[in-house]
């Protein structure tokens, strides 16, 4: 009980810290979980004190909050300073790490094995993923079987027989598996007629962990069976011990255990759950036909899979972590289980985003052979926020870049869009991906991870991180205060996607959306009502199971929600005890629409009594929705689910039809807008919001100032002045309290004048290599790989742009510096002091008061990619990329090859000019 209370009080300070505001300033007071944080992969465990202290501490001075320990395969050459996982070695080296890692103010997580998925030497063959392995044989009247039964899989002939249908022509089935004898022969002959027979064997999938460290080798685990994992989770807890001693979450990745569809006691559990003998329906269960009944046992063997994950593993891993004084965090995708409830079983959800995603903002690079051909849905995303939010937990977290572009091209401008949209589809924890432990003794570009940003020092962009970083940080500091205020929750009907004749377990991978989640009609109506200005959740049978509604209000527990309404989208299949809870909800006060009502009920088991109740459910629905009332609620039945949200006054946000996207926060009584433009068309206008008797104000995550927005009353409603560029994004708060030393919030409109930044401009490089090319003066901007320069061309690091000049005399209040093309990032100084970092676009700056009429000087000190660099060493034949168990690959998971690449822009380009306002 007191550990219990322990994790409570873990998960309390969560939503707490989001709460802290500092007195002299609307940003929240900054923790750990509202910096961004990292995959750390610790390669081939080959780690020091000496260097995880020292990176430790350099992470922390970028900003990073944390770390996620993640053992992985190592570098060659560096094999006598592998540590085995779990050793003693190794937990001192986790335990200095905590350490030091508290002592910064970091966090640090923990992946509950190496490499992916779990596994390693403490899995026997026993406890190891699990596959189904089918013989068939024909056995005709009178006459014994001659074959013996034994598995149909060369490599596992001795798979133990789980159990054998025979199934005759008149339509009989017979359990023959105690027929069989100790040597395989069938003690069994059929009166008349020809059988089928169906032997099915407890087969082994042979997966071995992927990536795995040093001492974490070995199989896959049985993520169904409650007691393998028992047994996979006693050597953590024998060398964690029983104290605690600081790791914050135990993680799982995404799902990637490859022809696991079975486990010893699935059958029995079936029974238990579905109400009948899988046994005499195997021959549909492994049929081909596309027919009704196949779907009906598929979806039942589908929904039993679901449970056992749920119940086995992602349930039972929690309790373990809260009684090792820990949490959990989880990648729920990819598995064959119901999404929503294994992102709802765990502390943490998290999600993940893969590949990158067209923007239309002017001037962002996005080169088609440096991505990966997918296109990532946010709306993804939503399942791992939907289930944090209904079942009330604050943090949702994401692995983010990960394969954003091709190794050493991706720039901090490429991160902002794609993060942005990370936020919008509810998150407010990143985790980069990711960061590997580098020595300091390795030479560059050190030990990388094969699909990374490469979030590491070495990286030429590393001292220029600190604008995403404290970008992230500001905007998840109120992401993660209060709570989510979305109106609707959306019913997905998961039975719908189970009830396919075709295939056999369904993984719902990130890579398929485009077979189980783009053709429903609950994506199209996600979508329309997100373009209508519409917030929502997802909610799963299981979650709808345990909310109330009481005085008017959602709750789930004793935690009162933010949502208005709940929508099902059209629905084939439904259980009968969901729509008898819709029917429940709204008689207790909820409102429901339905854009049809359910057909049919999904499985196998007792289906006409439960059609005929359905029958009776669906009758009651129709009545009621012809009522002004449903008990103290209300039920709508509309094809377009807008108009019955219209119908009972609920509307979206009218800052859709401008372009802009938002998250909207509840503070208390205190609401905030996260507002991004990922259009290509600048919004300059004054926007409608649904609320009076308010004082609002303008917070820009990029720089951490703030002011008073411009505000004016109309019927009722009050509009607000909103001004984003192309791919800037800003925070809305409408508060309760007026702050009445907020400045007013400064609307740029046309500059006074444009001056633009002529003359002999000095270039000087340094903090690269692989040699330092020599400094020049230019008659005007070019980037230094225009310079005909092997030297420059070949350069990863930083230059100085420096330019003495007069501003003349004007009537200006704000300067703002505009550069058109920058390859990739840049600091600005003027007059030797620094006015910030330019970093994403549209590349502009507020000077404020560093510049001043007359005299100044301004230093403009660009970082560059890695690219050239790396092309150089690979055209050198330097060796650099030799890893043990897994090879460098590029973006196509080729072997990498930089040698011929072209020479990557570095530097600035176009003009610079100060716009005077």
């Known amino acids: 009980m007191l550990k219990k209370i322990q994790y409570i009080f873990i998960i309390s300070l969560a939503l707490v810290w989001g709460c802290q505001r500092k007195a002299d300033t609307l940003w929240p007071e900054v923790t750990k979980e509202m910096k961004p944080w990292t995959r750390w992969w610790w390669m081939g465990n080959a780690v020091d004190s000496t260097n995880l202290r020292a990176l430790l501490k350099e992470y922390e001075q970028r900003g990073f909050g944390g770390v996620e320990v993640a053992p992985i395969y190592g570098a060659k050459g560096y094999e006598n300073q592998y540590i085995d996982h779990l050793s003693e070695e190794w937990i001192k080296h986790l335990r200095f790490t905590l350490r030091v890692a508290d002592s910064l103010g970091m966090g640090v997580d923990l992946t509950n094995g190496t490499g992916w998925p779990f596994g390693g030497p403490q899995v026997e063959e026993g406890d190891a993923a699990t596959k189904l392995i089918v013989s068939t044989y024909k056995l005709h009247a009178k006459q014994p079987l001659k074959e013996t039964i034994k598995s149909s899989d060369p490599k596992q002939p001795n798979a133990s027989l789980v159990s054998l249908t025979a199934y005759g022509s008149d339509n009989q089935t017979i359990l023959l598996t105690d027929k069989v004898d100790h040597t395989g022969r069938l003690q069994w002959t059929a009166e008349k007629g020809t059988w089928e027979l169906y032997a099915l064997f407890l087969g082994k999938t042979k997966q071995r962990v992927k990536r795995a460290a040093p001492g974490g080798e070995g199989f896959t685990l049985d993520h169904f069976s409650k007691e393998a994992l028992d047994r996979y989770l006693q ?3 024998r060398a964690l011990g029983k104290e605690r001693i600081g790791i914050r979450a135990f993680y799982n990745d995404s799902y990637e255990v490859y022809g696991a569809d079975w ?20 021959r549909d269960l492994l049929s081909r036909d596309s027919t009704e009944r196949i779907a009906r046992i598929k979806s039942d063997y589908r929904e039993t899979v679901a449970e056992m994950l749920l119940n086995n593993f992602t349930r039972h891993w929690t309790d373990w972590a809260h009684e090792h004084h820990g949490i959990t965090k989880n990648q729920a995708h990819g598995s064959p289980g119901n999404l929503l409830d294994l992102y709802a079983a765990v502390d943490i959800p998290e999600a993940e985003t893969f590949g990158s995603s067209y923007f239309p903002i002017p001037g962002l690079r996005r080169d088609s052979a440096d991505i990966r051909n997918v296109d990532p849905d946010p709306m993804m995303l939503k399942f791992a926020s939907s289930a944090a939010h209904v079942s009330g937990k604050n943090l949702v977290s994401n692995e983010t870049f990960t394969w954003l572009t091709e190794h050493f091209k991706t720039s901090w401008a490429q991160c902002k869009p794609e993060v942005d949209q990370v936020f919008l589809a509810g998150i407010n924890h990143v985790f980069y991906h990711g960061t590997t432990y580098s020595p300091q003794q390795a030479p560059w570009p050190g030990w990388l991870f094969y699909a990374s940003v490469n979030f590491v020092p070495a990286n030429s962009l590393w001292s220029h991180l600190d604008g995403l970083n404290q970008y992230i940080t500001r905007v998840q500091s109120v992401l993660q205060a209060g709570k989510a205020d979305n109106e609707l929750l959306i019913y997905w009907p998961i039975y719908d ?11 719902l991978k990130v890579h398929d959306i485009d077979e189980w989640l783009h053709p429903t009609e609950f994506y199209k109506q996600a979508l329309h009502l997100q373009e209508e200005g519409y917030a929502f959740d997802f909610v799963s049978d299981h979650l709808l199971e345990k909310l109330q509604v009481q005085d008017g209000k959602w709750m789930s527990g004793k935690e009162p929600l933010s949502h208005r309404a709940l929508l099902v989208p059209k629905t084939g299949k439904m259980p009968v005890e969901t729509l008898e809870r819709m029917i429940q909800l709204a008689k207790d006060g909820a409102t429901l629409i339905f854009q049809s009502l359910p057909t049919d009920v999904p499985g196998a088991h007792d289906l006409e009594r439960r059609r005929a109740k359905l029958a009776q459910l669906v009758q009651s629905i129709r009545k009621m929705s012809k009522q002004p009332n449903a008990g103290k609620g209300k039920i709508i039945v509309r094809e377009a689910l807008d108009e019955g949200l219209r119908e009972v006054g609920l509307s979206g946000e009218a800052l859709v039809k401008a372009g802009l996207q938002f998250v909207r926060r509840k503070v208390g009584a205190d609401t905030y807008y996260y507002m991004v433009n990922l259009t290509d068309k600048a919004v300059n206008e004054e926007l409608s919001f649904g609320m009076k008797d308010v004082f609002c104000y303008m917070m820009d995550p990029l720089s951490g100032k703030t002011g008073k927005a411009s ?14 560029e192309s791919g800037e994004s800003c925070i809305l708060a409408v508060v309760q309290e007026e702050r009445p030393n907020e400045p007013e919030w400064l609307y740029p409109e046309k500059p006074l004048v444009s001056f633009s930044l002529t003359g002999n401009w000095q270039l000087s490089f340094k903090d690269g290599g692989p040699t330092t090319p020599r400094a020049r003066t230019l008659n005007r901007l070019i980037p230094w790989t225009g310079l005909q320069d092997s030297a420059a061309n070949d350069f990863s690091g930083k230059a100085v742009y420096s330019l003495d000049f007069d501003l003349p005399a004007s009537e200006g209040k704000d300067y703002v510096l505009r550069l058109d093309s920058i390859f990739e990032s840049a600091r600005v100084i003027i007059n030797g002091k620094e006015a910030g970092l330019i970093w994403s676009l549209p590349y502009k700056l507020h000077l404020g008061t560093l510049v001043r009429q007359g005299k100044n000087t301004i230093e403009i000190e660009v970082a560059n990619l890695m690219a050239n660099r790396i092309r150089y060493i690979d055209r050198k034949k330097l060796k650099w990329r030799e890893y043990n168990g897994s090879q460098f690959v590029n973006i196509d998971y080729e072997p990498f090859d930089a040698s011929n690449w072209k020479t990557v822009p570095a530097g600035l380009a176009g003009h610079a000019r100060i716009e005077v306002y």
């Not at 238990?272 to 329906?281: A, I």
């Not at 996607?497 to 993984?507: F, N, V």
């Not at 009353?713 to 001004?723: E, L």
């Open 235 to 237: 050597p953590y807890a």
């Open 263 to 282: 486990t010893e006691t699935l059958l029995k559990t079936f029974e238990t759950n579905r109400g009948y003998d899988l046994r005499y329906h195997v």
């Open 497 to 507: 996607i189970w009830h396919q004749a075709k295939g056999g377990l369904q993984a």
């Open 711 to 724: 505000v004016r009353s109309a019927d009722g409603q009050i509009a607000i002045k909103v001004q984003l």
